[in-house]
């Protein structure tokens, strides 16, 4: 029982700490200012679409999307629609890859990438940013993947635990 | 199954026009939150809120040991300063009642200075910082507008953007809305020179004040505090400090770049001001965010000089 609700909760407790942790960001370091993006939702997602069930993890994805544009974006549309095509695109590589957490790990990390080069596109072209790609390049896309990258790796297995456990309940419930 | 496929094209087709079309919607109109948008905000921001103060708390402990570990070299520092201090503290005593006796005689009673602060708290950055904005725990219920000025103890950081009732959305000054700007002043020892606080640059990571009158001298390392003029902000917040003086584009004004006084990453409490002169609408005061520059029917910043 406990476990059921524990997905849910902890995709809502990462929803909530991500902007806490985007409060330390821009860091000056070497005169240039490093952006550090949080994605712990979005990584959380893409395990319980690769581990679980693909669709629940859309679902979240869309829900907790549509949040995130209301709340801190103001431009309903965007996360909304990115959030459950990562979790579908991840949940469509699970027929080819082998599911190990490394290998997990890793896709997650490329996904994130290709998500936030979509975003810098995005918000480059509707002029919100006129950062160049190599600074975004240098100063917020590799910064930000090696600390998710960082964070995947103290939380992942966790993450696989827990939706581990939830998969050998579910079992269990049918048996 | 080609039938079928048919099918998922055309609702795939489908989708993308409604997304086209809400995205363009909601680009077009951010200042005004729709009500469902407002409950939204408003929930999720009572969430973050809860979720803020653990998070403030150790940010605190932080902090407290950062400061622990400077307490010798700070001491001997402040022990510098606390002897200029009391020389100063009598010094703007009088000017202060000279100041007060002064306005008596002009009947004049407020001034552009005044302003009643309201304290915040910061409960969320926008965690993707494409547009540098903060959630802060006041809304319209506290008597928050937009276009108030929002502020930290050590200067200016931005104005209220969106008003919810129990939250509000402060965009900060680094943002690259062309509407965005800030009317603000060099205070230089002998004259003051007035500009406006137009975008920033983002490789040196500072402000750009422009359209300042090339026949005054400014330096480097001058104040630059708020003017007042702009209708919104009141008179005499610090923005920053001027690091580089050139001349703009044309060659007809001055440009500098100026350091901001505050520091934006980890906000926690703000303070908004809110002007106690009648505040008249600037040029985005209706919200539209779309570019006035060349309408001349609404009295914008653009038009005070």
Redesign the interface.
Known sequence: MGIRILIPFVAIVLFLLEPEFALFSPIDWNRETIYLVPRFLILYLIFIAIYYNRKRAVTYGLFFGLLYDVFYIDIIGLYTVLYPLVCFIAGWSVKYIHQHLSITTILSVVLVALMELVLYYFFFFINFTNMPFTNFLTNRLLPSIIANLLYLLMLGWAFKYLIDARVLQKLRELS | MPHFSYKKLILLLVGMIL?VA??SF??RD?QN?TLP?QF??DS??L??SI??KP?NYI?GIFDDINSLLNTYEENQRLKMRLEDFAVLQAEVNTLKSENERLRELLERENSLRDYDPIRAT??????????E?I?INKGSSHGIKPNMAVMTTKGLIGKIS?VTPFTS?VELLYT?NPNYRVSAMVQSEKEVAFGLIEGYD??R?ELILKRIDSSLEIKEGEKVVTSGLGGIFPKGILIGEITEVTTEDFGLTKMAYIKPSAN?????EVLIAKRSVTVIDGSDGDGTNADLTNNTGIPGEGEEE
Do not use: C, H, Y
């Open positions: 997304l809400l995205i909601t680009l951010r939150a948008e939204i905000k999720v921001g969430a973050q979720v803020a998070a940010t910061v409960i969320a950055r926008n965690p993707d910082q494409w547009e904005k959630i969106v959305e690259n983002e490789e990571n934006f990453s980890m906000l926690e």
